[in-house]
């Protein structure tokens, strides 16, 4: 994969987040990370187009700029919206009483934060609203410096969490520019900063 389609594939999956399954999108991720682009595809166009998930004329430029085959029949199966949904979550900087603890997981994140270039680590609670893919949990947003590998970021600190946790929390690695949903997980207080 060419550096241009690489970055093209790291702004739909931030274009997507939100929008799709939380471990939907951590696949499609890491198979673009790790080398996969046909599994990354497939789990991308199958999943929109089973679910019903719309994407807009730019989004669908896009994609196609990245397939091998430009009409696949798996991007017609996608259907074609006039705009991006507003984001289907609320973030808040707590979450309920009843909420997981997440001062482990915490602690993981901001120990391996700074050796993948992390500026800032923040945490937030994130409620779904009608139409959300997945339930209420914490989520986390780690900044970094735009020359970063944001799925190679991505894909080790997921990986991390999971191998000394076994925990999935949703986690946004973003630059200087922010999807909708990325802006919105953003109001949380940092946890941690380099």
């Known amino acids: 994969m060419d550096v241009k389609t690489y970055s093209t594939v790291t702004d739909l999956c931030a274009r ?3 929008r799709l399954e939380d471990d939907v999108l951590r696949s499609v991720r890491e198979d673009y990370f ?4 046909a599994q990354a595809e497939a789990a991308l166009l ?9 994407i807009t004329q730019e989004e669908h430029d896009l ?5 091998d085959d430009p009409h696949s029949p798996d991007l017609a199966a996608v ?9 289907p979550y609320r973030f808040s900087p707590h979450g309920p009483a009843d909420a997981p603890d997440p001062s482990r997981a915490d602690r993981v994140l901001a120990d391996e934060a700074a050796r993948y270039g992390g500026r800032v680590l923040r ?15 914490w989520t986390y947003v780690l900044e970094v410096s735009d020359a970063d590998d944001v799925l190679g970021v991505f894909a080790g600190l997921s990986g991390r969490l999971w191998v000394t946790l076994r925990e999935k929390w949703p986690l946004e690695v973003v630059g200087n ?9 953003s109001i949380a207080p940092r946890i941690w900063a380099a």
């Open 123 to 137: 945490r937030a609670w994130r409620e779904p609203l009608a139409g959300a893919p997945d339930v209420a949990k």
């Open 34 to 37: 790790g080398g996969e682009p």
């Open 79 to 87: 259907r074609i919206i006039a705009a991006v949904p507003p984001v």
């Open 63 to 67: 994609i196609r700029s990245t397939l």
């Open 177 to 185: 520019s922010l999807s909708p949903y990325q802006a919105a997980a």
């Open 16 to 18: 997507f987040a939100g």
């Open 46 to 54: 199958l999943t929109m187009a089973h679910e019903n998930i719309g």
